[in-house]
């Protein structure tokens, strides 16, 4: 049962992680170059297929993880310090993620409703430094889950 937690925690993550890189390293790069009243527009259609992953992804993360802590580990008294790091930077993560669906992004939600392609870049742009913030925690959190274990 160990490895359906652990396939599920890293489909997760590959998921998140991935998309976050493809989104901030070659679709902000392609989309850049487009006019602002197609740039926003196709951003919204972006964020709308992408983040219910993201949901996912929040959920399964730390159920897969707590299952394979309390398995694998016992509980909490056991852990390898870079369990406790990972638990950390994946909490954090999960936090600015709650943040940017309920700020920036509702915000931008309804500026491109109202056709308020100004203030929907503006929320765009926060999003986009907040999503660059998780990639790299992300990023972090992946490689210390990854090697901790050979440290």
Same mark, same amino acid.
């Given at each position: 049962m160990?490895? @359906?937690? #652990?396939? %599920?925690?890293?489909?997760?993550?590959?998921?998140? !992680?991935? *998309?976050? +890189?493809?989104?901030?390293?070659?679709l902000?790069?392609?989309?850049?170059?487009?006019?602002?009243?197609?740039?926003?527009?196709?951003?919204?259609?972006?964020?709308?297929?992408?983040?219910?992953?993201?949901?996912?992804?929040? @959920?399964? #993360?730390? %159920?897969?993880?707590?299952?394979?802590?309390?398995? !694998?580990? *016992?509980? +909490?008294?056991?852990?390898?310090?870079?369990v406790?790091?990972?638990?950390a930077?994946?909490?954090?993560?999960?936090?600015?993620?709650?943040?940017?669906?309920?700020?920036?992004?509702?915000?931008?939600?309804?500026?491109?409703?109202?056709?308020?392609?100004?203030?929907?870049?503006?929320?765009?742009?926060?999003i986009?430094?907040?999503?660059?913030?998780?990639?790299?925690?992300?990023?972090?959190?992946?490689?210390?889950?990854?090697?901790?274990?050979?440290?």
């Open positions: 160990i490895t @359906i937690a #652990l396939a %599920l925690h890293l489909l997760a993550t590959l998921i998140w !992680v991935g *998309g976050m +890189f493809f989104a901030i390293m070659v902000r790069l392609a989309a850049g170059e487009l006019d602002p009243p197609i740039r926003v527009p196709l951003w919204g259609r972006v964020f709308q297929r992408f983040f219910p992953w993201v949901w996912m992804a929040v @959920i399964i #993360l730390p %159920l897969s993880g707590y299952w394979m802590i309390f398995s !694998v580990w *016992g509980g +909490f008294a056991g852990l390898p310090l870079h406790h790091i990972m638990q930077l994946g909490l954090i993560m999960i936090l600015i993620y709650l943040h940017i669906w309920f700020a920036p992004y509702r915000r931008f939600r309804i500026a491109l409703s109202n056709s308020d392609i100004p203030e929907a870049g503006k929320n765009l742009n926060q986009r430094i907040l999503v660059t913030v998780n990639l790299i925690i992300g990023l972090v959190t992946s490689v210390v889950g990854s090697t901790g274990r050979y440290w």
